[in-house]
């Protein structure tokens, strides 16, 4: 899976949450869930858990708190998915 | 859980958890007090399920506005006591505090159904599982009863939950 589909797929699983919809608009690897698409706090655990679904990983603690952008996000799902 | 389980001789040779909580102990550390404490009693508790029970006062307060001449229990309050039973009750099992603190919590997500209206001075069942509690967030399916055991509302809410 290539850098550009994680991110795409990322951006498909975080829509629903999103209440800062012009921070889709150009949506890369430097959006912060928090600050530009203001998601809040418990929308982005579901967001992990949709991150989980769809790639079949387990996030724990140390990587939840890790992931403020997508670019945070993109890696540590590569991680997960290299099974480091 | 906040008291201790003991290994217990099962069928077939298993064994398998008895876990005793102290319901009361659960009671003395809701972070709520009259007039916004809507549970009176649990009637069971697990890690994953509770079951409470809550009377809506004849005489509360609010019956004087909700409705003008025809008291009925807002809806806001029903889902309020189902939260109160039904998130934050399990929740502060979950945490399994060891000491007296109550834990700092937020409601974050409602989506409830209502069936029923509930009169003054009415007692109702909520009934509650947990679909998951990750990250401090817990998320919990949640009904609440009647005396006859008919549906009042149901849905899911959502809390975050921590120690303090």
Known sequence: ??????????????????????????????TDFLNDLKINSANLVDVILDVEDEYKIEIDNDSMNGMLTAGDARKIIQRKLRNE | MLDYGIDHPGKWGRT?????????????????????????????????????????????????????????????????????????????NLLGIKNDETPAIAMTST??????????????????HKLYFRFNKLKCKVEMYNRDENLIARGNISGMLKDN
């Open chain 1, 1 to 30: 899976m290539t850098d550009k589909e994680i991110l795409q797929k990322l951006k498909k699983i975080v829509t629903p949450y999103v209440q800062n919809e012009e921070g889709l608009n150009d949506f890369d690897e430097t």
């Open chain 2, 111 to 128: 989506e409830i159904d209502f069936f029923l209206a509930v009169q003054p001075g009415e007692t109702v069942k909520v009934v509650s």
């Open chain 2, 16 to 92: 398998f958890k008895i876990i005793f909580v102290n319901f009361q102990e659960i009671l003395s550390r809701l972070p709520y007090s009259e007039p916004f404490l809507f549970v009176d009693s649990i009637e069971y508790l697990d890690e994953n399920s509770v079951i409470g029970h809550y009377c809506f006062p004849e005489k509360a307060y609010y019956y004087k506005g909700h409705f003008k001449n025809k008291p009925i229990t807002p809806g806001v309050l029903l889902t309020e006591c189902m939260a109160q039973i039904g998130v934050v009750c399990l929740g502060i």
